[in-house]
């Protein structure tokens, strides 16, 4: 059983698209997390959920929309993509704020 | 401000040796949790090791073990009887309530 799972796990796309990265867990977990690993491995994070409700927001181009649907699901929209945006995303969650966090496979995104 | 450091951009280890990986971290809080992270090619990220640190004693998984100083601010990884399959970025990560900080990693070679 996959804990965490994000689709796509490769994302092609131009300059100027929009796409959305979706994340779902089963852990019965409060809390999700978008993080962005950059070229050199650095990462970082994004956003994160407490029960559907956003309570971290890092300085992230307001082309980014984190959706929470459900406490089960946290999806990733990108508007209007740039070079800069190419990364792996990770999702991730946790029980509650603190607790050991668990990842997704990563979502490799390459913006031609 | 939160910040990990890792010192050691790459570390070597032959197989079936010890090897410790550094990590030191700055926070003003009082209560907060210290974790390695293991990032192989596959990109996955596998939870190592984890720290609280209102636990004096340290933490152990295996052959994995870490040295935790609260007052230094130090939390080093030690791998004993290093295996092929150990070869991977390590990444320290520090929570305090909710996002993880990262370091930078360690790349790990693991040499037959």
């Known amino acids: 059983d996959t804990a965490v799972s994000q689709t796509p796990k490769y994302l092609v796309t131009q300059m100027g698209n929009d796409k959305s990265i979706k994340c779902e867990q089963n852990l019965g977990h409060d809390t999700m997390y978008w993080y962005k690993q950059d070229s050199k491995k650095f990462l970082k994070i994004m956003f994160s959920y407490n029960n559907k409700e956003l309570i971290i927001n890092e300085t992230v181009p307001n082309r980014f929309s984190p959706k929470s649907p459900d406490k089960a699901h946290l999806n990733l929209h990108i508007n209007s993509l740039e070079l800069g945006d190419s990364a792996v995303y990770f999702c991730?969650?946790?029980?509650?704020?603190?607790?050991?966090?668990?990842f997704g496979p990563g979502t490799r995104l390459l913006v031609l | 401000a939160q910040t990990v450091t890792q010192s050691q951009p790459e570390m070597s280890v032959q197989e079936a040796e010890t090897v410790t990986l550094s990590c030191t971290y700055d926070t003003s809080e009082s209560d907060y949790y210290l974790f390695w992270y293991k990032q192989p090619p596959s990109r996955q990220m596998i939870l190592v090791i984890r720290q609280e640190a209102y636990k004096q004693q340290n933490a152990t998984e295996n052959r994995f073990s870490v040295n935790f100083q609260k007052a230094a601010k130090s939390f080093s990884l030690k791998i004993s009887d290093s295996q092929l399959g150990d070869a991977a970025m390590y990444f320290c990560a520090f929570v305090a309530k909710y996002a993880l900080n990262f370091g930078k990693g360690t790349s790990l070679l693991v040499t037959p």
């Open positions: 991730a969650s946790s029980l509650s704020g603190g607790e050991t966090q668990y």
